[in-house]
């Protein structure tokens, strides 16, 4: 199959996804707490209330000398439900994925979202939150939607949150590690306002997937997906600077797949590293990152 690129591959997200134009999605209501200062940094609690009638709550840090740059900071998955956007942040979880904090101490405005299922959104329907995952993401299949589309949506409101926000930087990017990779990569691929993304650990083929009988998260089994062009499809629709790493024996994405999404980038907006260990974000990884996404250059126009 002939894979679609630039703008062609981004309608046939849209399609897939089955959402509205992202810049279209906004908050409808917004509530803010302070939480704390430090000598560096800024805390707030912000909770975005969404169209479908849901609820996102973020840590928002902003830094007392702060630069040009902002950047959502997307969380992982791991399984571990009780976690969200405290790790990234820094307050919880793995000190190696506080990428968000890493970012601010750089001197992003950085906004931390917990992801439906997580930390402040966990579902509570049952003693099993990974049941609780797979049975909503089979729901909004049978609506004709994906939990993919969910977080896109989410991700899109947190997006116009920030553009609209006290003094918006002219630079907006976005981060995330794992599944926080996943979703930073649609995003990043659907929403022109965002300028720059970092995937980490988070992007693999359907079918390298299915070869390896992998169990990922339901939000990767988008409907119609594979027959379209796979994630590729996903990596052609991406027109910003995007900065990819990979470990080389990570067992949630063979480097067959992770060789031939990367191979469907535009290549001169694409930084990998593709480093020798497993799903991990090393610290010369994310000094990397930290860079990318903190550098203001111009980015191509659409």
């Known amino acids: 199959m002939m894979q679609a690129h630039g703008g062609a591959a981004r309608s046939k997200l849209v399609d897939l996804l089955a959402i509205p134009e992202p810049s279209a999605i906004h908050p409808t209501a917004v509530r803010r707490q302070h939480l704390r200062l430090d000598d560096s940094t800024r805390w707030d609690h912000i909770e975005l209330d969404t169209p479908d009638g849901d609820t996102i709550p973020c840590i928002l840090i902003t830094p007392h000398k702060r630069s040009d740059v902002d950047v959502i900071a997307v969380h992982q998955h791991a399984g571990a439900f009780t976690l969200g956007k405290s790790e990234p942040a820094g ?28 930390e402040e959104r966990q579902r509570h329907w049952s003693d099993d939150p990974g049941a609780d995952e797979r049975l909503d993401a089979l729901f909004r299949v049978t609506d004709g939607s994906s939990l993919q589309a969910k977080h896109t949506r989410d991700i899109a409101v947190v997006t116009s949150w920030m553009g609209e926000s006290d003094s918006p930087a002219t630079q907006l990017s ?19 306002r965002i300028s720059r993304g970092v995937v980490s650990c988070g992007l693999g083929t359907l079918a390298s997937f299915e070869a390896a009988r992998i169990r990922h998260n339901p939000a990767w089994f988008v409907p119609r997906l594979r027959s379209a062009g796979d994630v590729a499809l996903v990596a052609a629709a991406v027109e910003r600077p995007v900065f990819v790493a990979a470990g080389r024996v990570d067992r949630l994405f063979p480097m067959d797949g992770v060789r031939e999404v990367l191979a469907a980038f535009r290549p001169e907006l694409l930084t ?20 990318h996404l903190v550098t203001t250059s111009p980015t191509p126009s659409q």
Request: hydrophobic fraction near 50%; avoid cysteine; charged fraction near 10%.
């Open 91 to 118: 307050l919880a979880g793995d000190p190696n994925l506080a990428y968000g904090l890493a970012l601010a101490h750089a001197g992003a405005r950085v906004v931390l979202p917990d992801l439906v299922g997580f």
């Open 174 to 192: 976005i981060v995330g590690h794992s599944l926080g990779g996943q979703v930073a990569l649609f995003s990043l691929a659907l929403d022109p």
């Open 272 to 291: 990998a590293q593709v480093f020798d260990g497993g799903h991990s974000l090393p610290p010369q990884v994310l000094d990397a990152a930290v860079q």
